[in-house]
Nanobody, 124 residues
Framework: VQLQASGGGLVRAGGSLRLSCAAS????????IGWFRQAPGKEREGVSC????????YYVRSVKGRFTLSRDNAKNTVYLQMNSLKPEDTAVYYC??????????????????WGQGTLVTVSS
C-alpha cells in the first residue's frame, strides 16, 4: 500500500484546510486509517482515525468539533477537513493505514503503512 498525503499549506488562524490521503496498491477496506501530526520539537500525536469496518471516527480532544474525517471509497481516499485552525495546529501531518483498527498506542501503528507527510502552518 502506498499513501499520498496532500492539502497542506499556510493559512491564517480561523481558516480551513482539507487534507487528502490517497491510497494506491490496495484498498482502504481493512483496519483503520489515521491522521497524525508532529510539530517541531514535539512527539508525534494521533489526531483522528476512521475504522474501516463501520466508518466510526475518533478524534483527539484538541480537535474535536473542528476537524472532520471522511472517506470516499470510490476514490480510495480519506479526507481530514480542518476548520477553525489555530497556531497550535501547525505541524507536519501524516496519514497511515493499518489492519488492526483505531487506537493511539504504538501497537496499532507499528506495522502500518505511512504517507510522506504534508505541512500545515497556521499563522496568528
Amino acid at each position: 500500500v502506498q499513501l499520498q498525503a496532500s492539502g497542506g499549506g499556510l493559512v491564517r488562524a480561523g481558516g480551513s484546510l482539507r487534507l487528502s490521503c490517497a491510497a494506491s496498491g490496495s484498498t482502504l477496506d481493512y483496519g483503520a486509517i489515521g491522521w497524525f501530526r508532529q510539530a517541531p520539537g514535539k512527539e508525534r500525536e494521533g489526531v483522528s482515525c476512521i475504522r474501516s469496518s463501520d466508518g466510526s471516527t475518533y478524534y483527539v480532544r484538541s480537535v474535536k468539533g473542528r476537524f472532520t474525517l471522511s472517506r470516499d471509497n470510490a476514490k480510495n481516499t480519506v479526507y481530514l477537513q480542518m476548520n477553525s485552525l489555530k497556531p497550535e495546529d501547525t505541524a507536519v501531518y501524516y496519514c497511515a493505514t493499518n489492519n488492526k483498527g483505531c487506537g493511539y498506542s504504538d501497537w496499532y501503528w507499528i506495522d502500518a503503512y505511512w504517507g510522506q507527510g504534508t505541512l500545515v502552518t497556521v499563522s496568528s
